[in-house]
């Protein structure tokens, strides 16, 4: 950086006056002032006149220090610049796990070479980077425009995302980190005969003065849930860490929080109650709209992860029967097996001839039946399709099924008006 700077020395004080100018072709002097003064004392073990004299810079700014990467109108100002597609996933917890498994589970590793890194990359999808961010960040930047795709709890995108017009939910049903966000009241006190939101906004308690006092760390959904239960002498306070102890401790009354198996607010002598309920959660696949309308690319790699993501989550828990079974033609095959079980496979059973060749010439006595089953109905499967002359019946595990085309790309592209 050039600096152009005009000296005056005071000998009787030891100062120098520095007047400054910035050249303003320099990349980085839109992170400095373009002018400001300085004040230097000299310092030194050496004496000159025998005085020491010492150095120390005192810098006046006249105008404030721009801002690098500022935001317009709440999105990026680099969007348009920035060619490479940026996805991004949770950085720590069992969301982190679960998403990086599922990838996993789709062949779409993501290869991370140190651990210490914030970003990433999955080598089967081309000019895509993957950054870690804690879980509110994936979709602050998501709005701001610093990321085009994410992946994080349905939970923090209807709080962080506050019903915004650009937040397009892909897939909303991954299959990991389900829960809900519930208001949990003591079982105890004033509060023990209360068993829904209706009674407990009727307690007498509860006034402009004294408040039914309720930490939470959704405070955007908990106002529109106040709202929406006519819950007016209400309060809410946040705070970080385990909310079930606040009211034992007297700082709250009641908590409204992320419940999975109900098992720590029994165990803070807390429950749910009717009507207390504020939304169902669980991992879900989100894109900024104006990222896939906009950036060349981003709608192709959604496509390719929505497939892979159908496909595996259609099999999952899923098995493929095969068995053989006489019969005169696989027509016939096919209505013994559809009037005479419950199991006819996705869209019905897939029949092939077995040719053997005793005599030496090929002949069908046999015919082959292949059907979808789902693992809980897996054993009453095998036990009828035996039952009506199947023998030799295999059993294997699905990783995919794929659709001619998925559900939720037909929804995405009408929502994009595409």
Same mark, same amino acid.
């Given at each position: 950086?050039?600096?152009?700077?005009?000296?005056?020395?005071?000998?009787?004080?030891?100062?120098?006056?520095?007047?400054?100018?910035?050249?303003?072709?320099?990349?980085?002097?839109?992170?400095?002032?373009?002018?400001?003064?300085?004040?230097?004392?000299?310092?030194?073990?050496?004496?000159?006149?025998?005085?020491?004299?010492?150095?120390?810079?005192?810098?006046?700014?006249?105008?404030?220090?721009?801002?690098?990467?500022?935001?317009?109108?709440?999105?990026?100002?680099?969007?348009?610049?920035?060619?490479?597609?940026?996805?991004?996933?949770?950085?720590?917890?069992?969301?982190?796990?679960?998403?990086?498994?599922?990838?996993?589970?789709?062949?779409?590793?993501? !290869?991370?070479?140190?651990?210490? @890194?914030?970003?990433?990359?999955?080598?089967?999808?081309?000019?895509?980077?993957?950054?870690?961010?804690?879980?509110?960040?994936?979709?602050?930047?998501?709005?701001?425009?610093?990321?085009?795709?994410?992946?994080?709890?349905?939970?923090?995108?209807?709080?962080?995302? @506050?019903?915004?017009?650009?937040?397009?939910?892909?897939?909303?049903?991954?299959?990991?980190?389900?829960?809900?966000?519930?208001?949990?009241?003591?079982?105890?006190?004033?509060?023990?005969?209360?068993?829904?939101?209706?009674?407990?906004?009727?307690?007498? @308690?509860?006034?402009?003065?004294?408040?039914?006092?309720?930490?939470?760390?959704?405070?955007?959904?908990?106002?529109?849930?106040?709202?929406?239960?006519?819950?007016?002498?209400? @309060?809410?306070?946040?705070?970080?860490?385990?909310?079930?102890?606040?009211?034992?401790?007297?700082?709250?009354?009641?908590?409204?929080?992320?419940?999975?198996?109900?098992?720590?607010?029994?165990?803070?002598?807390?429950?749910?109650?009717?009507?207390?309920?504020?939304?169902?959660?669980?991992?879900?696949?989100?894109?900024?709209?104006?990222?896939?309308?906009?950036?060349?690319?981003?709608?192709?790699?959604?496509?390719?992860?929505?497939?892979?993501?159908?496909?595996?989550?259609?099999?999952?828990?899923?098995?493929?029967?095969?068995?053989?079974?006489?019969?005169?033609?696989?027509?016939?095959?096919?209505?013994?097996?559809?009037?005479?079980? !419950?199991?006819?496979?996705?869209?019905?059973?897939?029949?092939?001839?077995?040719?053997?060749?005793?005599?030496?010439?090929?002949?069908?006595?046999?015919?082959?039946?292949?059907?979808?089953?789902?693992?809980?109905?897996?054993?009453?499967?095998?036990?009828?399709?035996?039952?009506?002359?199947?023998?030799?019946?295999?059993?294997?595990?699905?990783?995919?099924?794929?659709?001619?085309?998925?559900?939720?790309?037909?929804?995405?592209?009408?929502?994009?008006?595409?």
């Amino acid at each position: 950086m050039q600096l152009l700077a005009s000296l005056t020395k005071c000998s009787t004080l030891g100062l120098i006056q520095i007047s400054t100018e910035l050249n303003i072709n320099n990349p980085l002097a839109s992170l400095f002032p373009r002018s400001g003064t300085a004040r230097l004392q000299l310092s030194s073990n050496q004496k000159e006149g025998g005085t020491p004299y010492k150095l120390r810079c005192q810098v006046t700014v006249p105008t404030a220090v721009p801002q690098p990467h500022a935001p317009s109108g709440g999105r990026s100002n680099q969007f348009a610049d920035r060619k490479v597609i940026r996805l991004a996933l949770p950085s720590k917890g069992r969301m982190a796990e679960g998403t990086i498994n599922l990838l996993k589970e789709c062949q779409l590793s993501v !290869h991370k070479p140190n651990p210490r @890194q914030y970003t990433a990359d999955i080598p089967e999808l081309d000019n895509l980077e993957v950054w870690f961010q804690r879980e509110s960040d994936v979709v602050r930047k998501l709005l701001s425009g610093d990321v085009d795709l994410g992946i994080v709890g349905y939970d923090i995108v209807a709080e962080y995302g @506050q019903d915004d017009g650009d937040l397009i939910i892909i897939h909303d049903a991954l299959g990991f980190g389900e829960c809900h966000l519930s208001l949990g009241i003591p079982t105890y006190g004033i509060f023990e005969n209360v068993s829904s939101v209706a009674e407990l906004a009727a307690m007498p @308690q509860w006034t402009a003065d004294h408040p039914l006092r309720i930490v939470t760390g959704f405070t955007y959904l908990g106002n529109r849930f106040l709202k929406n239960k006519g819950l007016k002498h209400a @309060q809410l306070s946040t705070a970080d860490g385990a909310l079930e102890a606040a009211p034992a401790m007297g700082t709250a009354d009641a908590i409204l929080d992320l419940v999975s198996s109900g098992t720590t607010l029994k165990e803070n002598n807390l429950k749910e109650i009717d009507g207390g309920r504020l939304i169902s959660s669980q991992a879900v696949f989100v894109a900024s709209k104006r990222a896939l309308l906009e950036r060349k690319g981003v709608l192709d790699i959604a496509h390719e992860m929505l497939e892979r993501l159908e496909a595996h989550l259609r099999a999952r828990n899923q098995f493929l029967v095969t068995g053989n079974m006489r019969g005169d033609s696989p027509a016939e095959i096919a209505e013994r097996i559809l009037t005479k079980t !419950h199991f006819p496979g996705l869209q019905g059973p897939t029949i092939s001839p077995v040719y053997t060749s005793k005599t030496g010439i090929a002949k069908v006595d046999y015919y082959a039946v292949a059907l979808c089953i789902r693992k809980n109905d897996l054993y009453d499967a095998v036990r009828e399709l035996r039952a009506i002359g199947g023998s030799g019946v295999l059993v294997s595990p699905l990783t995919y099924i794929f659709e001619e085309e998925p559900r939720r790309w037909r929804e995405l592209l009408q929502n994009l008006e595409l």
